[in-house]
């Protein structure tokens, strides 16, 4: 006889990103880039919320009881997101959005197990530029 137990649905990261982008969407970000690879690393989705450059962070995570998703962009992820950011604007085509407010947000998908569904929360402005402990022109 063996124990049954409740199996967790998968969630990818290209479907996390995808429902964090309809959430985005929804609340009125312009989505303007997905999976940017850059010198500095991945940016998985790059969004205008106003005159706002967003520098979105999707993470997706199972068990809350370690600080969940949101807790998963530790001080060296956010290291290198302002890396893959910096990268990003580096680029001359893209000078007029180094003129204009940026930032960074996390969108944090958590298991809900009593709903047997996923739940997304958006965290804008998550962390600044002084929170990696880095120096940087953004």
């Not at 850059?38 to 989705?45: A, F, K, M, N, S």
Request: proline share 5%; glycine share 8%.
């Amino acid at each position: 006889m063996t124990a049954e137990t409740e199996v967790e649905p998968r969630l990818s990261g290209a479907e996390a990103e995808q429902a964090a982008a309809d959430l985005l969407r929804k609340s009125g970000h312009r989505i303007v880039g997905r999976n940017v690879d850059t010198v500095g690393g991945e940016l998985d989705l790059i969004t205008m919320d106003g005159d706002t450059l967003c520098f979105v962070e999707v993470k997706a995570r199972f068990d809350p009881r370690f600080g969940g998703a949101a807790a998963a962009v530790d001080r060296r992820k956010r290291s290198r997101l302002v890396r893959a950011a910096e990268a990003y604007l580096s680029d001359p085509d893209r000078t007029p959005l180094r003129l204009g407010p940026c930032r960074f947000d996390v969108v944090a998908a958590t298991w809900q197990p009593e709903l047997g569904e996923w739940r997304f929360t958006h965290y804008p402005d998550a962390f600044t530029v002084d929170d990696t402990g880095r120096r940087s022109w953004l």
